[in-house]
């Protein structure tokens, strides 16, 4: 197989993520250590992001968070023991406030359907992490935005899991260009000069979509619009969501 389109998608994916602005205490939990030097090198390029911890079990992982109080969490299906895909649910249920990164070996929902229940903000496919695709996970995690790889939210929204209990009222055509931005972590102030609206205006929208989906902050917005198939992440690369309005 050629990967020269792979290694360029890759080195422009690398660019992006060093004008992106980084304010994280990261915690990686990984079969292995190899993620963890590739962010100590990122660390060089990115001040504001810090590797505080590192592990590859997760009986590890609860006493680290404990100890070093990550912000972001970065866990890996496949670990030297453990199940990756229940301790990124763990660890989501009970500190809800830190945002969780789940790259799942397997394409099937089994492993990814607790992650995605119990809120995590990026599940990603590990076999397609190659260029714009690790770009976007990477990009969500570390804003209010959310991701969660096609394929598996198409298994998951056929399924019985995600929490579609009540009548979603009807939203704007600009609240649905809103949405989608908030799902790909822009600010309101980005908002504003992507649609051409006012910052005000944008801020309005947000607030009325957090009414309309029953959140009380932006990233719970952003990964419930997923969870109900309000937006998909689609099958381009390094591009924002599309409305997928599965509900409807």
């Known amino acids: 197989m050629d990967g020269s389109a792979?290694?360029?998608s890759t080195r422009e994916s690398l660019h992006k993520l060093?004008?992106?602005v980084v304010d994280s205490r990261l915690m990686i939990v990984a079969g292995?250590?190899?993620p963890g030097f590739m962010v100590v090198a990122y660390e060089r390029i990115n001040p504001g992001l810090r590797l505080v911890s590192l592990c590859t079990c997760a009986s590890e992982a609860h006493d680290l968070i404990l100890e070093h109080q990550p912000s972001h969490l970065i866990i890996c299906s496949d670990l030297e023991s453990g199940d990756g895909s229940q301790l990124a649910a763990e660890i989501k249920r009970q500190h809800a406030t830190k945002r969780?990164?789940?790259i799942q070996r397997s394409p099937h929902i089994g492993g990814s359907r607790?992650?995605?229940t119990a809120g995590c903000e990026v599940i990603v496919l590990r076999r397609k992490t190659g260029g714009g695709r690790l770009f976007?996970?990477?990009r969500t995690l570390f804003t209010d935005g959310a991701f969660c790889d096609p394929d598996l939210q198409r298994q998951l929204l056929r399924s019985d899991c995600h929490p579609q209990t009540e009548k979603i009222e009807s939203l704007t055509t600009r609240e649905e260009e809103v949405l989608v931005e908030i799902v790909y972590g822009l600010t309101n102030?980005?908002?504003s000069?992507?649609?051409g609206i006012s910052e005000a205006t944008a801020k309005r929208h947000v607030y009325n979509l957090m009414q309309k989906l029953n959140v009380s902050n932006r990233a719970h917005l952003a990964t419930r619009a997923l969870r109900i198939g309000l937006c998909s992440w689609g099958l381009a690369d390094n591009g924002p969501p599309r409305m997928s309005l599965s509900s409807k």
């Open 6 to 8: 792979f290694i360029e």
């Open 18 to 20: 060093a004008s992106l």
């Open 32 to 34: 292995d250590l190899s």
């Open 100 to 102: 969780v990164m789940l």
């Open 114 to 116: 607790e992650a995605w």
């Open 136 to 138: 976007d996970a990477y």
């Open 189 to 191: 102030g980005q908002i």
């Open 193 to 195: 000069e992507r649609l």
